[in-house]
């Protein structure tokens, strides 16, 4: 089982502290998700499940792979934390209002010319996620963290333009978590053992 604990926020970024530079410098361009927490079912009420999507196979940009909901920043978007509530909004039907916003995790560079920004919160009491972009979305996940946990591969290091990072994979769909959502999981639940 895995337990948010006490003052989890504590152990997030802030929502607008610093933006860290990273080699590729000022080519890459913003993108941001959101690991949306919803409470365990029945015993398992300690053992949040996290809101993933399988992206439409048709999808121009990572087709058919595992990701959280988000996307690229729109004029009207309120920063990095509304493009992402926005983005969850339109793909899985987030309601803002009820939604609390925790922190943020690591940026995470990409090879495909972004950093994407996480943020963790928890859903509105009751949301139920749901495909609402079936142009974009193939199918809505809700693994609990523990089942995350529980299906872990290390599957060592990269290195692009620079910057060294470690590869992971959690195999809980087909395809399983990888990339740079994989590395987002691994980060949000090495904060929750701290």
């Not at 928890?122 to 693994?143: D, F, I, K, Q, Y």
């Amino acid at each position: 089982m895995v337990r948010i604990p006490e003052r989890f926020a504590s152990r997030l970024d802030v929502v607008g502290s610093p933006r860290p530079r990273f080699s590729a410098g000022s080519a890459l361009q913003d993108a941001a998700v959101v690991a949306l927490l919803l409470p365990g079912d029945g015993d398992r009420e300690d053992d949040p499940d996290v809101v993933l999507i399988e992206r439409a196979g048709r999808m121009r940009n990572h087709a058919g792979q595992v990701a959280l909901p988000g996307g690229k920043p729109d004029e009207g978007d309120a920063g990095l934390i509304g493009t992402a509530l926005r983005e969850a909004s339109e793909e899985v039907g987030l309601v803002p209002e009820g939604t609390e916003v925790l922190g943020r995790l690591a940026p995470v560079p990409t090879p495909t010319g972004f950093v994407i920004w996480p943020f963790v919160a928890w859903a509105p009491e009751g949301w139920v996620p749901r495909n609402t972009s079936e142009a974009e979305v193939a199918a809505v996940l809700t693994p609990p963290l523990s089942h995350l946990a529980a299906n872990y591969t290390s599957e060592g290091r990269g290195v692009w333009q620079g910057f060294e990072y470690e590869m992971h994979s959690f195999a809980v769909h087909d395809p399983p978590v990888w990339g740079a959502t994989a590395r987002i999981m691994h980060d949000l639940l090495e904060r929750i053992r701290k």
